[in-house]
């Protein structure tokens, strides 16, 4: 009988830490935007980099726009976008989709 109130203890604490491990580790997963947006989010800031490329502030100014834009983070599209390089059949559907949107904006003359 004393053993196993003895162990009580080490039982609860070993939940413990397993409960917040569990915990710790669902927000460790891959951000989860989009491919639409991703693709919009991509193309959009390659605009914003050739467009302000010269002045840094305008430059972090637009690019935070177009992440407000599609209420997305920097860090989440960065890490979403390394996933996608790590499979190379994703990233070539991504890119794919990306000069489509391109095409799209060109063809409704947003840009040229």
């Given at each position: 009988m004393k053993r196993r109130y003895y162990l009580?203890?080490?039982?609860?604490?070993n939940s413990f830490v397993?409960?917040?491990?569990?915990?710790?580790?669902?927000?460790?997963?891959?951000?989860?935007?989009?491919e639409d947006v991703l693709v919009k989010v991509y193309v959009e800031n390659l605009i914003v980099l050739e467009t302000?490329?010269?002045?840094?502030?305008?430059l972090l100014s637009h690019q935070n726009k177009v992440f407000s834009k599609y209420?997305?983070?920097?860090?989440?599209f960065e890490k979403q976008l390394k996933n996608y390089s790590e499979d190379s059949k994703e990233w070539q559907d991504f890119f794919k989709q990306a000069n489509n949107y391109l095409v799209e904006l060109k063809k409704k003359d947003i840009i040229n």
């Open positions: 009580k203890p080490a039982r609860n604490a397993i409960l917040i491990l569990l915990i710790l580790t669902a927000g460790c997963g891959k951000p989860n935007i989009a302000y490329s010269f002045n840094a502030d305008s209420n997305v983070s920097k860090k989440d």
